[in-house]
């Protein structure tokens, strides 16, 4: 890596620590969660810029200021004391992590990459009138214009300051992809906090390495899908499984905005969701209502794509009436579509449902010690985006077999990803549940402190591995 590009690592996660830090207050993920943030305000100058016209550069400062002064004014608003997240345990996280992503030595040549998000990241790197003509273009249609614009927009920020190089796509792309897969560790980890500290984890680290289960070349090569799905599973594993979720949905609802935003995947997972955490929150629906806002963001940009003149190759899909009168088209797709599912992720969610199964038959009032919400959730979730998917390939337009053969494994990451969530929730269940703790929500009696007035050892312990 040269120093130009170290230089562009180092401005993307400054650029965004501030925001991040008054999100997390806890500076070690903030160091995980900047390059995100530094993704989201560029997102917002993208959409500024289309929206007004003008120069990027001219947006881009005028967001990060912007962005800058609200993270300033809420650091100075009181808030609950945050749990501790040691600085070991993120070292480990980013270590473990880095070495899969040592991919990223490959050079910049992956067809999507170019085809799609780093040509979004050129035509956003001037001004508003060039990007807005070029999302309206019909030659560039086999790009889709309409993809949501997080995974461009950092790339289409630095080229914007430092000079077009596919190398420098490919760095930003992969440092965003790593900031969105460690702070889902954290989120993951976050759930499990009355296990064992280096359980948690290592519950988190292990959820985090499913990235690559369906595709490893991807995560650093430029698409958007490692990118958005670690988000999404982040969110679940916050929102879902949280014993609280609304306690502090900060880093949630950061993750789940970044997910609608990436991929028009992540917009109608994330709508599912959504619609999740309202059903399970019902009884709150005075701080339910805020997983909305992401979910919004992502019909925001959808309504201004299409604005500008943006459209997708999966509008011409056949519609559902036509295909379920269409014996013959449901007898061609149907088939491949569900084998190629089986073959990328069948065994594996097999396996993770056996695990359910077991654990929900003899460890699930220990699952309550943990505090950890039902695991339901993360089945309904990923049953409601499966479904997405085979209709998307039943309906859409494109050759069946090339376009499984295109996409089947990338677009089924989330489901791996969630597989994973649900086993490692079930295994924690069984061997980290800490002895002598009352399930979650019920009280204790406070014990005295020392007289010297410091923390007892347990308590301190435990803060610290939370």
Known sequence: MSAGHLLTVTLVVASGLAPAFAVARSLPVALLLAPIATALVSTVAVVAMLAFGADLRIWLAAAFIVAWAISLWLLRRPRPAQPAVPWLAVAVTSGVLAV???????????????????????????????????????????????????????????????????????????????????????????????????LAWSAGIVVGLSTWATGAEYVAAGYADALWSACLV?????????????????????????????????????????????????????????????????????????????????????????????????????????????????????????????????????????????????????????????????????????????????VTLPVAMLACLSAVSWLLAAVGARDGLPPAGTSTPAKASPPDGREPRAAAYQAAGA
């Open 100 to 198: 899969p992503l040592l991919l990223v030595l490959h050079p910049p040549t992956s067809w999507d990459a170019h085809s799609i998000w780093w040509l979004h990241a050129g035509y956003f790197t001037y001004d508003g009138e060039i990007a807005r003509a070029a999302m309206a273009s019909p030659g560039f249609v086999f790009s889709h214009t309409d993809y949501p614009p997080l995974a461009s927009a950092p790339v289409a920020a630095a080229w914007a300051l430092f000079g077009q190089s596919y190398r420098t796509a490919q760095v930003v792309s992969t440092l965003t992809t790593f900031s969105a897969v460690a702070t889902a560790v954290v989120a993951v980890a976050a759930v499990f906090t009355r296990s064992r500290p280096w």
């Open 234 to 410: 982040g969110a679940a594993a916050a929102l879902l499984l949280h014993r609280d979720p609304f306690a502090r949905p900060a880093l949630g609802l950061v993750l789940l905005t970044a997910a609608v935003l990436s991929k028009n995947e992540g917009l109608v997972a994330g709508g599912i969701l959504a619609a999740l955490v309202t059903v399970r929150s019902r009884r709150d629906l005075g701080r339910a209502w805020l997983v909305w806002l992401p979910a919004g963001s992502g019909l925001a940009w959808a309504g201004l794509a299409r604005a500008v003149g943006a459209t997708s190759d999966i509008e011409q899909a056949e519609p559902l009436g036509g295909v379920f009168g269409d014996t013959g088209r449901l007898a061609t797709r149907l088939p491949p579509t569900l084998d190629a599912l089986w073959e990328t992720v069948g065994p594996l969610v097999v396996t993770a449902l056996g695990c359910a199964l077991v654990g929900f038959l003899l460890v699930r009032t220990r699952r309550a010690t943990l505090g950890v919400g039902s695991d339901g959730w993360i089945w309904l979730l990923s049953c409601g985006y499966t479904a997405t998917l085979v209709f998307t390939y039943v309906t859409g337009p494109s050759d069946i077999d090339w376009w499984l053969g295109a996409s089947a494994d990338r």
